[in-house]
């Protein structure tokens, strides 16, 4: 891919219907009007100076960029062009129509270790290949998980928002107190390096939500969920996962191990017994054992309803602060963690800070 075009983008493609939105702009259906083909535009405002409240850093976008037009893997969506101008950045993407990957399997009666094993498989495959590019997507979680089709026998996984991604170059190190509090590893909130151990923590969080419908360190409030993950503090509650098979308990206590160099990396994961059975026994094993459906459609009941009810708690507190119109004293005033509680009063703000584009 050449670099940033300069042009009005809707020149050269239609601007279609909403598909998403984030803290700092939105994601619409664009035709292509040469070719008729759709893509996924990704609109995000750009801070026109530096006091600006409103937007993003421009350098924040060309790095998410940056690391976009080095990838090329099936499970990663991919990035196909860039418009920019002022006042606005266009990230023109592979069109995504299936949705999430856990609202997909929220739908179902029933779902086989053996199937959910077949998603975990290709998350990894995709960030196997980030992380052998040094690169680390630092904000692996559902909502960030997609499909590329969803009504066809085995649906593609596509991996999204590499907004919070770096490169993390040899003999550098690389601290940040960014994340959702829930997905998180220890050494974020200890603010120590970071690097793709830290993604595998991810994928550990991800998995025994999966499995159980249960959240390894959700506290009551921000503060004790990441006084839970500080500590290790989790267990396999008997309650969640009876269905489990011990392959797949083992390989998320491969993961959820603070110190980052302990954990699996992405390849020895794909090769762990649970993803790739040694023998019939293992494998068997796999497809009777199922994931705790009624758990998980819950659990993904109460994510929806908190995504929402943080988006528009977000907008209301933008409103009272007229974020909109005041100009800023402080660029840190800014910086706003994502929480995954409801409650404001008991975010720690200074713990934890999302990039500039988010505030839920
Ligand atoms: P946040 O501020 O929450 O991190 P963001 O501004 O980085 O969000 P994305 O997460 O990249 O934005 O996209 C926002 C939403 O738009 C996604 O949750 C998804 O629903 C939708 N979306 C993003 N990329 C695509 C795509 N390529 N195809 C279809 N929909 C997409």
Redesign the pocket.
């Known amino acids: 891919m050449s670099s940033f075009k300069h042009e009005n983008v809707e020149d050269l493609y239609e601007l279609l219907e909403k ?9 619409r ?1 664009c035709k292509e009007k040469s070719t008729g083909t759709f ?2 535009g ?1 609109f ?1 405002k750009t801070r026109k100076c530096k006091g600006s409240r409103m937007g993003l850093d421009r350098e924040q976008v060309e790095r ?1 960029v940056f690391i976009l037009q080095q990838l090329e893997h099936p499970n990663i ?1 991919k990035l196909y062009d860039v418009f920019a101008s002022k006042a606005e950045m266009v990230l023109i ?5 299936g ?2 990957l856990f609202d997909f399997i929220a739908e179902k009666e029933a779902l086989s270790e053996e199937e959910a094993i077949e998603f975990l498989e290709q998350i990894l495959k995709g960030v196997a290949y980030m992380h052998a590019r040094n690169i680390a997507h630092f ?1 692996l979680k559902p ?2 998980i ?1 499909l590329l089709e969803k009504d066809i026998p085995h649906p593609k996984i ?1 991996i ?5 991604a770096q490169k993390i170059e040899d003999g550098t190190v690389y601290k940040s107190l960014c994340g959702t509090p829930q997905y998180i590893g220890p050494e974020v909130i200890n603010y120590e390096p970071l690097g793709p151990p830290t993604d595998m923590w991810s994928i550990g969080v991800i998995t025994y939500i999966l499995l159980s419908g249960m959240s390894p360190f959700q506290g009551e409030t921000d503060a004790e969920t990441l006084t839970n993950v500080v500590a290790g503090n989790y267990e396999f509650d008997d309650r969640f996962f009876k269905e489990t098979s011990e392959m797949a308990k083992d390989f998320i206590r491969q993961l959820l191990l603070k110190e980052p160099s302990d954990r699996m990396t992405a390849v020895e994961c794909l090769i762990h017994p649970w993803i790739k059975p040694l023998n019939r026994k293992q494998a068997v094993n796999r497809s009777r054992s199922s994931i705790n459906m009624k758990n998980f459609k819950k659990f993904n009941a109460r994510r929806k309803w908190k995504l929402s009810y943080n988006m528009v708690s977000a907008c209301n507190r933008l409103c009272r602060m007229k974020l909109l119109c005041n100009p800023v004293k402080n660029d840190e005033d800014l910086r706003q963690c ?1 929480s995954d509680q409801e409650d404001e009063k008991t975010k720690p703000v200074t713990l934890l800070r ?2 500039l ?2 505030c ?1």
Request: proline share 0%; charged share 35%.
């Open positions: 598909l998403g939105s984030g803290h700092f702009g939105e994601v259906k893509y996924a990704k995000i998410e969506m993407l592979e069109m995504i129509r949705g999430e904000d909502e960030n997609m596509k999204i928002d590499f907004g919070l994502e999302r990039r584009s988010s839920s």
